[in-house]
């Protein structure tokens, strides 16, 4: 397949800033300077840059141009309660999510205490595995299990776009809360097996139990971050007393 000619300055501009050849903070040439540079119009430039902006890579300045973003990082809120498709939409196609397993497991004694529930009830939880890639690195192993008695029917195809999307959209239910705890931990050999860690020797784990609007219980997700590729965020207001 022929790629369009934006596409391949596309490519080449990225890949610079991936690599650190562009740096974060430094302003791209001007429009004029790259159609010099790759021979080509004005129009083509534009959709690169078009491009660029959409992918997260550069932000276009007014009046001054496009400064590079950093991109070796990402940003999760960390008081507001998200879905990673949400978070994912500024990556564009340098993000994807896989799904390793999805199956219908009975609550154990563990389970039964993380969803606050007596010993004595039964009952059975989705386990869902993903990996999240970016820019083909599998950087996040997200690791969820959700009340069957709520969300009944599940699929791959579901869970591999976005399963909050289906709860409030196809489900109708409204999720409204979480509680989150961060942790930094020593990989498991699971993490070690489906991420690339490369040479870190600890892991960012976020542990949330997530609330549907009539306070009802029905998620606990562990997401396990590689420690370099995240800054976790949050905007806190000093309380006048």
Known sequence: MVKNKFQMIYEQIAKEIQNGTIKAGEYLPSEHELRQQYHTSRETVRKALKLLSEQGYIQ???GKGSIVLDVSKFNFPISGLVSYKE????LGHRSKTMVISLREIELDASLKAEFYLDESANGAVWELVRIRDIDDESIILDKDYLLTSIVPDLTEEITEDSLYEYIESELGLAISFAKKEITVEIPTEEDRTLL???DY?????VKSHVYLEDTT???LTESRHRPDKFRFVDFARRRQW
């Not at 978070?87 to 500024?90: C, D, L, N, P």
């Not at 020797?201 to 784990?205: N, Q």
């Open 217 to 219: 219980l029905f998620q």
């Open 87 to 90: 978070v994912s939409e500024k």
């Open 60 to 62: 276009k300045m007014q």
């Open 201 to 205: 020797s600890l892991i960012v784990v």
């Open 196 to 198: 690339d860690l490369e």
